[in-house]
């Protein structure tokens, strides 16, 4: 049974941090391109970042500069450290991995950003 499990978001004032984690189970890991997408209410889902299976990286021009997405193939781990958060950064963040015809989504944690 495949799983994709995120965790870290929360409430975060303007300007701090947060770093999101996703778990992998029931997928050869290493094989998978990773990547987080996020919703926001009223909006469709968007690329937030994503990882190749060596590591190659691809933001969303809204985020580069603030967010860094890395993989830990040995722990089935990816995470997505967020530093200047925006308000505009709100929104369900959503834990994807894919493989040719293989495509999984996590169930999505909330991340706020709110003074």
């Known amino acids: 049974q495949v799983q994709l499990v995120e965790s870290g978001g929360g409430l975060v004032q303007p300007g701090g941090s947060l770093t999101l984690s996703c778990a992998a189970s029931?997928?050869?890991?290493?094989?998978?391109?990773m990547g987080w997408y996020r919703q926001a209410p009223g909006k469709q889902r968007e690329l937030v970042a994503i990882?190749?299976?060596?590591?190659?990286?691809n933001y969303a021009d809204s985020v580069k500069g603030r967010f860094a997405i890395s993989r830990d193939n040995g722990k089935n781990t990816m995470t997505l450290q967020m530093n200047s958060l925006k308000p505009e950064d709100t929104a369900v963040y959503y834990c994807?991995?894919?493989?040719?015809?293989?495509?999984?989504w996590g169930q999505g944690t909330q991340v706020t950003v709110s003074s």
């Open positions: 029931g997928i050869i890991f290493s094989s998978y391109y």
């Open positions: 990882i190749s299976s060596g590591g190659t990286t």
């Open positions: 994807r991995g894919y493989y040719f015809i293989h495509d999984y």
